[in-house]
């Protein structure tokens, strides 16, 4: 399967700057993925993500889309066109004087107008959770931080991208507002066979969607890996600024404990491993 999109060596330096914000990366996605980027503030995963969705151009090494480099011209162009980035603050990228008017002006620049612009938008907006007919007509500006990320989203999704880029989406946002992301998310990746690179510090809303995990630290990729090798594995999490979410911890210190569990990114096979303990101090 080729790669949907995939960094060859990349490296970048802001301008006026001798640190590198990121050196020698190399990460591929696939078709139907959510594929995480995780690491502390100042690691470069927001530098990184920007460079995925073609906003920040390499000093060196290469973007690849659909497995063709998209470093100028049209194929750059497409990169754009497929890629969706919601930034970690909402208000870098809200400007209407309405919330219908945001999330209308990705798909309205598509050429869409009408019913099918209409049915655009309302279709992004359920899929976040925001009701229309209370918030259509207010400014975006007026609404809570989470109502904002909210509407971001929508105005991301609303233009039906290949690749969503998400950094750290879940801030701001309470335990109902993240459980529905994660199934928008989920739902949207198998609706669109869709790819997702989800940015983040805190692997609590990644970790239910993400089968793989980007690791970051101090401008350099430290690995890839997935759930089990985080929760069986001997990297320090912590040191890397990254949080592993709370059943995650529970599952290292079963194993640690010398408690078998049969999938230990599985919450319910924590559960049970919880179970069988309890079930074996009870017949002491």
């Known amino acids: 399967m ?15 700057q001798d640190a590198m914000a990121l050196s020698g990366i190399n990460l591929e996605t696939r078709p139907g993925e959510v594929f995480c980027i995780a690491g502390s503030n100042g690691s470069g995963k927001s530098t990184l993500a920007q460079i995925c969705a073609g906003l920040l151009t390499p000093t060196s090494g290469s973007v690849l ?10 194929r750059l162009l497409n990169l754009h066109r497929n890629v969706g980035l919601l930034f970690q603050s909402p208000e870098d990228q809200l400007f209407a004087d309405t919330v219908r008017k945001d999330i209308e002006f990705g798909p309205r620049n ?7 612009l209409a049915a655009r938008v309302i279709d992004a907006a359920r899929l976040v959770g925001l009701p229309l007919q209370d918030t259509g007509g207010r400014s975006p500006f ?14 991301v999704l609303a ?4 690749i969503l880029v998400l950094d750290e ?15 928008a998310l989920s739902s949207y990746v198998e609706n669109k066979l869709a790819t997702i ?10 970790w239910p969607l993400a089968s793989r995990f980007a690791l970051l630290s101090e401008s350099r990729l430290v690995g890839i890996e997935s759930k089990a090798d985080l929760v069986l594995g001997n990297t320090d999490m912590l040191a890397l600024g990254v949080r592993l979410p709370q059943w995650g911890v529970l599952a290292k210190e079963l194993l640690h404990a010398g408690i078998p569990v049969e999938d230990p990114s599985d919450p319910s096979c924590l559960a049970k491993a919880l179970v069988r303990r309890r079930e074996v101090r009870d017949d002491r």
């Open 2 to 16: 080729v790669s949907r999109l995939s960094l060859k060596d990349v490296s970048y330096s802001y301008p006026f």
């Open 65 to 74: 889309y659909d497995g063709k480099p998209a470093r100028s011209g049209s």
């Open 110 to 116: 598509q050429g869409l107008r009408g019913d099918d």
């Open 142 to 155: 007026s609404l809570s931080e989470g109502e904002k990320r909210r509407v971001a989203l929508a105005g």
């Open 159 to 162: 233009m039906n991208p290949e």
């Open 169 to 183: 989406p879940f801030i701001g946002l309470d335990h109902d507002g993240r459980e529905h992301l994660i199934s």
């Open 197 to 206: 690179v989800l940015v983040t510090h805190d692997l609590s809303g990644a």
